[in-house]
């Protein structure tokens, strides 16, 4: 063979006796396991080898693993990765947009993960397909609560017309968001036309994906009246509706006085979409009742909110408060990661702390310092 070379102590006059050769290399080959720290590089790699172009047809032609590394790529946090991530978002952002796009919050343990489970199978079997997302707090912390969800969402998991995928992890709440809100943008364009986004009832999430859906549910338990009068009126007056949840065996008509209650205080506040009254139904995920109601009641609300034109009015609005947001975080970012604030900063907190100093003239100064070189 003709890169078949003799050993480098070959006799040449004796050639045709000498049968030894050295095989060329294998390029690749390795002898030893890969360790855990090779497998991420190669997938970092790979990851960088996208070509957006040929990814966004996979994506728009329903290939769910062109799906999920395009997600892997919008939740990357590598520099190279955003602007990968920022051309396939441009390509796709024609084909999203056609789906409703629904939120579901309430307090840890009141069904969520079950409601989605029974909802999401109900809703493929109708025939759509349903992508869950998830906004999580937590799950930059605790490492999410993703393992509980898979498992509480065994059945629809595995439904090929379902598609899953946790809460980002790691960073800020303001970047997982961006995250979400670009994620759904690729499941839409991906054919997935309901989206469900689930969050847990703690800090600003339910305002965060209030701001990304057109209709908003709460899930709420049975409990004793006050229990019902310490909850935050601020986030019933998020919802479009309330569903009284594990209205099932001896709580079912606790569970029907409860979504009673509801209905007389909903009734007093202020609707979350203009012209549409909110209003409290029962459910038992568990079992699956009042499944089918509830997706009635969401059809009638898209019938509705579009004939308005408020369906409309809000994703523009959404959009609008999506770029706002954007700017702010990517101001922010910039600002703390600059040389000179980076410098400036622990002295001007000292000047401040100590009471030496406004806390404005402190701001002035580093403003000065920031902008400074941009002018
Ligand atoms: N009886 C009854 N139990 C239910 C129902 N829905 C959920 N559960 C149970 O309530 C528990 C919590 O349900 P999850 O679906 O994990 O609740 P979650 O709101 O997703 O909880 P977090 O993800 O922790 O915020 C589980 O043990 C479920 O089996 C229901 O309709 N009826
Ligand atoms: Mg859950």
Redo the contacts with the bound molecule.
Sequence with gaps: MADEKKPEWFDPAKADSFSSVVKPGVSGGNHEKPSAKAGRFVKKKNLRKLDPASLAKDIKAGDRTALAKGITLIESNAEHDFQTAQTLLQKLLPYSGRSIRIGIT?V????????IESFGSYLCDLGHKVAVLAVDPTSSLTGG?IL??KT?MEKLARNPRAFIRPSPSGGKLGGVHRKTRETMLLTEAAGFDVILVET?GVGQSEVIVRDMVDFFML?VLTGAGDELQGMKKGIMELADTVIV??A??PNEQTAKKTKEEYNRILHFLQPATKGWQTAAMT?????KKGIEEIWNTISDFESFTKQSGIFDERRRFQTKEWLNDMIIDQLQANFFHHPAIKNLLPKVENEVISGNRPVASGVEELFKAFFGDEN
Excluded: E, I, M
């Excluded at 459910?283 to 079992?287: G, T, Y």
């Design positions: 309430g840890p343990g009141a069904g969520k993960s079950t409601f609560s509980g969800d509480r847990v899930l949840n594990k099932d065996g459910s038992s995920a568990l079992q």
